[in-house]
């Protein structure tokens, strides 16, 4: 039997054992590297924080950290995604098993629940990050089109809980969906969680307690 057939047909691609380890490589280096960046933009800003110190922090080359990312403000737009996530697979918040399972909860209760213990895991890993993309965006012009993006990809998670809770129970008098979206962002922002857990000193568990306090008296009339 001729084998010109064979040759013609579209054959899967199967991974070699030398490129899952070359991946693998790969993701552990630009974890070592987010992870170093990470500890150097909180404690010494970003500013400050050079690509070699970033290199010597995470025990890789210079090099190594431009072939990964290519500037340091990739390093922290990649740091920030990261700690967002809380992982690097490629889902979207609207998409984590979290939310969906605070939209799903036909309690309003339960959603506000779990709706403010996702975000307060959420701001444990990412709020230093966050400020540190807020201050950087007064001198960087990129960065603060990062925060601004950050910004209305957190307004438009809270219309979806905001448009959820009201389906499941009225809101108060005259408070539209907008205006329990833009309460929530408030509460639940990077900038009140880093003022009252990281300078006031609060503990993390109280600072959620109080969050979803705070929302369950704003944006119901539940008792």
Known sequence: MSETPHRNR????????????????????????????TELFTSAGYSST??????????VSEQSVYYSFGT????LTAALDLAIAGDDEPVPTLERPWV????????PHGQIHRQVAGAADVLRRAAPLLDVVRSAATIDAELAEVWETNLQQRLTV?????EALARKTPLPANMAVDA????????????TYHLLVHHQGWAHTRWRDWATNALRRLLTTLP
């Open 10 to 37: 579209q054959q899967p691609t199967v991974k070699t054992p030398h490129e899952d380890g070359r991946t693998a490589r790969s993701r552990s280096t630009r974890t070592r590297i987010t992870t170093a960046a």
């Open 180 to 191: 329990a979206a833009d309460t929530a962002l408030a509460i639940l922002s990077p900038e």
């Open 72 to 75: 340091k403000r990739a390093v």
């Open 158 to 162: 809270q219309r979806v809980f905001a």
């Open 50 to 59: 050079s690509i070699a110190a970033i290199a010597a922090r995470a025990g």
């Open 100 to 107: 969906r399972a605070a939209l799903a909860d036909p309690d």
